[in-house]
Structures are given as structure tokens and as C-alpha cells.
């Protein structure tokens, strides 16, 4: 994938793009809506992506030097049935988190007066059609929305005189923590922070970087870029709540639009809606964008022809999908970290057995790859699947945390299946040789 690409990112260039691929809609609407209720506590997410950036520079000389996808390395070690699985969990990770693009996009619309399950179709519809768009076309016009958005969110956070409480909330931070239940703050943190080191996003930008040590130093300063970033739409929402803004009747996803509007004059003021459509945009770059990122996951898994109309076709039935998702409705980050917690308990004791193997220490066998992937991906959906339709069944009040033990531990038991099953097949063919050429022995002798 990458080999062909040039190595042409400065420090501050890969930063930015870091950035970028973390500071989204979902890290912005997601993060003041779990404020209004968390208060400072409602950046942990954020906070995570932050420090999940700080790990990923200790996977960047790896992804420099090797620069294939995680998919293409373990296949071409362990197989093509491998590369196809840990393709398609991959893909699976970013289905949630289009669904909550959209789910987050749909309360933009909601504030301008749509109904809700038509401003869900509306969103899914728009994603569609433009990540069919050309790249070139759209990507640069999107990232100068998302920046410009950024802009408005700060200055809001002036207008409502939260400026000084935004300096105090990293020392409030962790006190705040403690509002929150100990396993979903290990769910969200943990599943967060293990996604970004083999997030195919990542390893594409880092693969580009002019020099390895200015893909270190960009994770680092992206890392701390993040972590600033993490608290500004939580104290835009607490600052909001507290100045009496807000209606009473307004829920968390709305926070960010409806005060986006109130500095524009309000939800009736030209200028308020136009400083809404502008937020709406940045919405519709980050949704198509993850959609074109499915799509190119599924044809270089090669299970596609490269046509225009069955990219078409699989933008529509991604989209299809997430719409579902979507419609089920919850909190965003919860949506994209449960989604997120499929992908890194199904793929990391694979990718992890990868590393221990591709430096020599170990030898591990397909066999093992598969019953951990299967094992692990198995599992993980399945917990998924009925902790959605039944809640009750959510283990420790943390879906992420639920699927990420049940997930590992399912994984790792199919991994060492996998490892004693060969110890045995070894050992069968090194007795099975032993007794063969004691035989022949034994017939020279005669």
C-alpha cells in the first residue's frame, strides 16, 4: 500500500494530520456531551487520544521501516485467510465510528428544525454521495472547515467567560475522575489508547514522515495538541450550562450546535444558522472520509473489483449499515470506543505475536494467528451484539471493558490452543521420525 508513497511529511505537516485523524465530530460533540452530565470528567476520552498518541511513537520506527498495513504484514507471514480477517475487523472499527458521525451530525440537523429520524437519513445519505467525490476535491475544503469550527468553539468558550476554568481543568481532571466508575474509565482509556498503535489511519501518516525522528517528535507534539484540544468542548459545555443558555429540554449532542448558533444570534439568525451548516460540513468531511477509508480497506483486501459502480454500491451498503447503528442511538463516544474495543481485542495478541516472531525472540505458527483471531473477533461481537440488545447484561457497568476482557481472554485461550496443538503435531512428527529411522536402522543391521 504505502511503498510507493514518498517520504515527505515534516514534523509540524504529520502532527497536524495526527490531529486531525482524532479531532473530529465525535471528539467534539462526544466530549460535551458526556461534560454536561461528567462535568471536566467528560474529557477522558479526549484525554486518551492524547496519550494514545504518546504510545504510538514507540510502534513509529516499525510502521517506518516495514510501511505495509498490519494486514499485509501478518499475511504475508501467517497466510491470506489472515490478512482478510484482521482487514475486516479493521473495517468493523470504522463502521462505528461513521455510525456515530452520523448519529452526531443528525442533532446538528435536529437544532435546525428536522426530525430526528429524517436528519439521520439525511446525514447518511449525504455521506455517501460525497465520499464518492474525489479526495483533492473535498479533503483540503473539509480540513479548513474543521479548523475554522475550531476557532468558533474557542471563541465561544471567551464569550461565556470559561477561558479561566479552561486553564484550571487540567489540575480539576483528575479529581473529576472520580464521578466516573472505575471500569469505564479503564473501558474507555484502555480501549482508546490500544486502538491508535494499529489504527491504519496512523500508520499510513507516520509512513510518510521525511525522517523517523520527525515521526516521533510529531506524535509527541500531537499528543499534547490533543490533550489541550480535550478540554475545550467540555468547558464550552459547562460554561454554557452554567450561564443559563441552554434550555432545560436540550440533551448533550446539542450543546456544541445550539452554542455554535446562540454566537450567531441564535437558532432564527441567519448568522446562526450559517455558523451551524459550517459545523454540519465538518460533520459531512469526517463521515465521507471514513466511508472512502472503508471502501479502500475492502479493495485492497482484494475482494472487490476496482469499479466505479461497485464503489458505488459498497459506499451505500457501508453507510446502509452504519445508519442502522446509528438509529439505536446512545452516546457517541460510547459508540465509537465499543466499536473500537472489537478491533483491538480481536487484533492485538496477533499483531503483538507478530512483533515477538518478526524479531526472532519466537516462532508462532498460522495455526495459533487463526484460533486467536477467530477466538478473540468471535467473541468480542458477540458480547457486542447482546450487551446492545440487552443491557443487563453489560458486565462490571462497562460494555467497552466486557468486550475487551471477554475479547483478550478469548483471544489469548485460542492462541495457546492454537501453540499446544503444534507443540503436539511436532512432537508426533519428530517420534513419528525417531521410530522411522530407528527402523531403517534396524533393517541395515538385518
Known amino acids: 500500500m504505502t511503498a510507493l508513497l514518498s517520504r515527505q511529511l515534516g514534523t509540524f505537516s504529520l502532527a497536524a494530520l495526527l490531529v486531525g485523524a482524532n479531532y473530529g465530530l465525535g471528539f467534539i460533540l462526544g466530549t460535551a456531551e458526556k461534560a454536561l452530565t461528567q462535568g471536566v470528567a467528560g474529557s477522558l476520552y479526549a484525554v486518551s487520544t492524547g496519550l494514545g498518541l504518546f504510545v504510538l511513537a514507540g510502534f513509529a520506527r516499525f510502521y517506518w521501516t516495514q510501511q505495509e498495513p498490519i494486514w499485509t504484514l501478518l499475511g504475508r507471514r501467517y497466510g491470506n485467510a489472515i490478512k482478510l480477517f484482521v482487514g475486516l475487523m479493521s473495517w468493523s472499527w470504522m463502521l462505528g465510528v461513521v455510525a456515530a458521525q452520523i448519529l452526531g451530525g443528525a442533532f446538528i440537523l435536529k437544532c435546525l428544525g428536522l426530525p430526528l429520524l429524517a436528519s439521520l437519513i ?21 480540513k479548513t472547515l474543521l479548523a475554522i469550527n475550531s476557532i468558533v468553539i474557542l471563541y465561544s468558550l471567551v464569550r461565556l467567560g470559561g477561558i479561566s476554568d479552561y486553564i484550571r481543568a ?5 479529581p473529576a475522575l472520580e464521578s466516573i466508575a472505575i471500569p469505564q474509565q479503564v473501558g474507555t482509556v484502555l480501549t482508546t489508547i490500544l486502538l491508535i498503535p494499529i489504527g491504519m ?11 523517523i525522528q520527525k515521526a516521533y517528535r510529531a506524535c509527541l507534539i500531537g499528543g499534547i495538541i490533543l490533550i489541550l484540544l480535550a478540554f475545550v468542548p467540555s468547558e464550552v459545555a459547562i460554561a454554557a450550562r452554567n450561564s443559563g443558555i441552554l434550555p432545560a429540554e436540550i440533551v448533550g449532542k446539542e450543546v456544541i ?7 450567531g444570534g441564535g437558532l432564527h439568525a441567519p448568522f446562526g444558522i450559517f455558523l451551524m451548516l459550517f459545523l454540519l460540513c465538518s460533520a459531512l468531511g469526517s463521515g465521507s472520509g471514513l466511508l472512502r477509508s472503508m471502501n479502500k480497506t475492502l479493495f485492497e483486501l482484494e475482494l472487490f473489483p476496482k469499479t466505479d459502480r461497485l464503489r458505488a454500491i459498497l459506499a451505500f451498503s457501508n453507510v446502509i449499515l452504519a445508519l442502522a ?3 439505536r442511538g446512545g452516546s457517541i463516544i460510547g459508540l465509537m470506543v465499543s466499536f473500537y474495543a472489537l478491533y483491538v481485542s480481536s487484533v492485538w495478541i496477533p499483531f503483538l505475536a507478530y512483533l515477538l516472531d518478526h524479531n526472532g525472540q519466537f516462532r508462532f505458527s498460522p ?18 451484539m ?10 462490571w457497568g462497562s460494555q467497552q471493558l466486557s468486550i475487551l476482557v471477554i475479547g483478550f481472554s478469548c483471544s489469548a485461550l485460542g492462541f495457546l490452543l492454537g501453540y499446544v496443538f503444534d507443540r503436539k503435531e511436532f512432537r508426533s512428527a519428530e517420534v513419528t521420525g525417531i521410530l522411522k529411522a530407528e527402523g531403517r536402522g534396524q533393517k541395515a543391521e538385518g
Open 122 to 142: 439525511s446525514m447518511a445519505i449525504l455521506f455517501a454521495v460525497l465520499a464518492l467525490l474525489s479526495v483533492e476535491k473535498v479533503g483540503h475544503i473539509f
Open 170 to 174: 487540567p489540575l480539576h481532571f483528575l
Open 201 to 211: 489511519q496512523f500508520q499510513f501518516f507516520l509512513v510518510q514522515s521525511q525522517t
Open 257 to 263: 450546535p445550539y452554542v455554535v448558533s446562540w454566537l
Open 325 to 327: 447503528i446509528a438509529s
Open 367 to 384: 495455526t495459533s494467528i487463526q484460533l486467536a483471531l477467530i477466538g478473540g473477533s468471535g467473541s468480542a461481537i458477540t458480547v457486542l
Open 386 to 395: 447482546t450487551t446492545s440488545i440487552v443491557p443487563n447484561s453489560i458486565l
